[in-house]
């Protein structure tokens, strides 16, 4: 598998305080890569390091197969958390001085602003200053600024804050479209909704150290326990169909729903022969639903780092 950024064993401290700790990654070109971990995890420290804002105390970073240097800053786009335009500027004349900043050519750089303002219908935004827009509204001058000269590489940290729903989904449409083209995404978010829906890979980094990586369809597959939704119509007391489940089973919950008049039964089987259960639960009642739950991102993180911070 060909990758866009391969870090080995980096490193970083700040006086007495480990920010990376012999951190590993390997990310995949053309694909969505969530960075997740909680607040000081090391995440901004990583990036940075990527943006060469500041380096690494040990370790190697490769770019596109080459060790990260100066020539790749071009090719790297960098929307971060905390935005930084100049709030006195217009829109337009800030945006164009920014794209020439990233090396692109006047003409090109007004071509290509003219297409991103019309797709994102902002061409009446063009001779705003940005201290008259919202949050939302900058922020999608931002976007446009670090897309703008087509990077190999993106890194979006929290790109959904400040957007309104249907903005959020405007861009998030727009990361999408992106990678389809081929652009290398790093996408670090505390919105584990979002990691669902872009994420193919997933690293989590928890007090400067890695402690799950890989591919996300893989990784809920690992974390799977055998748990089970049920929904099933009884006759009479639900009781006895417990009773009879707990012998072979455990059941977490069992809630009755009024309005499609079924219990709806939470439950662990102890492995996955699943047919055993189904035979006898069909002999109870009328089964309607018989679905696996698999743990989420947000359920994988919250597990993943507890056993961190337990031991485990």
């Not at 240097?69 to 090719?75: C, D, K, R, S, V």
């Not at 919202?134 to 446009?144: D, L, N, P, R």
Request: hydrophobic residues 40%; negative net charge; glycine residues 6%.
């Amino acid at each position: 598998m060909d990758h866009i950024l391969v870090a080995k064993n980096v490193s970083k401290t700040y006086g007495d305080y480990t920010a990376l700790s012999n951190i590993s990654l390997e990310i995949p070109k053309n694909c969505i890569y969530g960075l997740l971990g909680p607040n000081g995890a090391g995440k901004t420290s990583f990036i940075r390091i990527i943006n060469q804002i500041t380096h690494q105390d040990a370790g190697e970073i490769l770019f596109n197969g080459e060790p990260l240097g100066p020539e790749h800053i071009a090719q790297i786009g960098y929307l971060p958390e905390e935005r930084g335009l100049y709030k006195s500027m217009k829109v337009g004349e800030q945006a164009l001085y920014l794209a020439q900043l990233k090396g692109l050519p006047k003409q090109v750089a007004k071509e290509r602003l003219k297409y991103w303002f019309d797709r994102l219908n902002i061409g009446d935004w063009w001779n705003k200053k940005i201290q008259e827009l919202s949050k939302g509204m900058a922020q999608k001058i931002q976007f446009i600024v670090t897309v703008l000269h087509e990077p190999k590489l993106l890194i979006f940290d929290e790109p959904f804050s400040g957007f309104d729903p249907i903005n959020a989904n405007i861009i998030k449409d727009e990361i999408l479209q992106l990678k389809e083209k081929g652009t290398s995404i790093i996408f670090s978010t505390h919105r584990m909704e979002s990691v669902e829906e872009l994420c193919e890979y997933i690293a989590l980094i928890h007090k400067s150290e890695k402690i799950l990586d890989g591919k996300l369809s893989d990784i809920k597959n690992a974390y799977k326990n055998n748990m089970y939704s049920i929904g099933m119509h009884v006759d009479g007391d639900i009781q006895p169909l417990i009773a009879q489940l707990n012998e072979e089973a455990e059941v977490i919950t069992s809630n009755l729903d009024i309005k499609d008049n079924q219990w709806d039964l939470k439950v662990q089987l102890p492995s996955e022969d699943t047919a055993t259960i189904l035979s006898k639960l069909t002999k109870m009642g009328n089964v309607n639903r018989f679905d696996e739950l698999v743990p989420s991102a947000n359920d994988i993180f919250i597990q993943t780092v507890n056993n961190k911070e337990n031991g485990k």
